[in-house]
T-cell receptor
Framework: AQSVTQLDSQVPVFEEAPVELRCNYS??????LFWYVQYPNQGLQLLLK??????LVESINGFEAEFNKSQTSFHLRKPSVHISDTAEYFC??????????FGTGTRLQVFP | KAGVTQTPRYLIKTRGQQVTLSCSPI?????VSWYQQTPGQGLQFLFEYFSETQRNKGNFPGRFSGRQFSNSRSEMNVSTLELGDSALYLC?????????????FGPGTRLTVL
């Protein structure tokens, strides 16, 4: 069975600093990978996804993630964070069972 | 387009009672999935419905059930509530079933079991 590991439960960072949120997955079959963001008192919103093709995927608000098959990772990065990026970020994997399996989440706290 | 709506937003029940949660997907979306979110277990998949049929199911006891209506609206029922059922229940809809389609989440129903 596939699983998703987000090693960092919390990541504190100052505004305008770069950030990386780590995500590793385990699966014996090909997977599709997702990053979702959850703002306080809201549901999840899709940030970006990898289905096939270029291993580097980007979101409209400056985040990017790179699929690394050999390291089974899909880390999320942003070169310069804003206060408004404060939220919980979830990595998820979907394999051929069509279920979406989530990691435990990483709380990104951006300080002024 | 209106987003995914869930009702009620908050619910308080006591052990042993049952509860029904409702989810209205985005217009035109035919797939609805349900998730349970707790601080300890994170987000866990409950089940998915597509065209009124349960298409996929997670590892939850039979007390958790659901259904989907012809207009794609879905309900989730939990019988004989336990304290551990306290959670945020999220509903997500997508245009079609399948792992490539983007799921759009509602704001959730916060269930507290006393």
């Amino acid at each position: 069975a596939q699983s998703v590991t987000q090693l960092d439960s919390q990541v504190p960072v100052f505004e305008e600093a770069p950030v990386e949120l780590r995500c590793n997955y385990s699966s014996s079959v090909s997977v599709y990978l997702f990053w979702y963001v959850q703002y306080p008192n809201q549901g999840l919103q899709l940030l970006l996804k990898y289905l096939s093709g270029s291993t580097l995927v980007e979101s409209i608000n400056g985040f990017e993630a790179e699929f690394n098959k050999s390291q089974t990772s899909f880390h999320l990065r942003k070169p310069s964070v804003h206060i408004s990026d404060t939220a919980e970020y979830f990595c998820a994997v979907s394999d051929n069972t069509d279920k979406l399996i989530f990691g435990t989440g990483t709380r990104l706290q951006v300080f002024p | 387009k209106a987003g995914v709506t869930q009702t009620p937003r908050y619910l308080i029940k006591t052990r042993g009672q049952q509860v029904t949660l409702s989810c209205s997907p985005i217009s035109g979306h035919r797939s609805v999935s349900w998730y349970q979110q707790t601080p300890g277990q994170g987000l866990q998949f409950l089940f998915e419905y597509f065209s009124e049929t349960q298409r996929n199911k997670g590892n939850f006891p039979g007390r958790f059930s659901g259904r989907q209506f012809s207009n794609s609206r879905s309900e989730m029922n939990v019988s004989t509530l336990e304290l551990g059922d306290s959670a945020l229940y999220l509903c997500a809809s997508s245009l079609i079933a399948g792992r490539t389609d983007t799921q759009y989440f509602g704001p959730g129903t916060r269930l507290t079991v006393l």
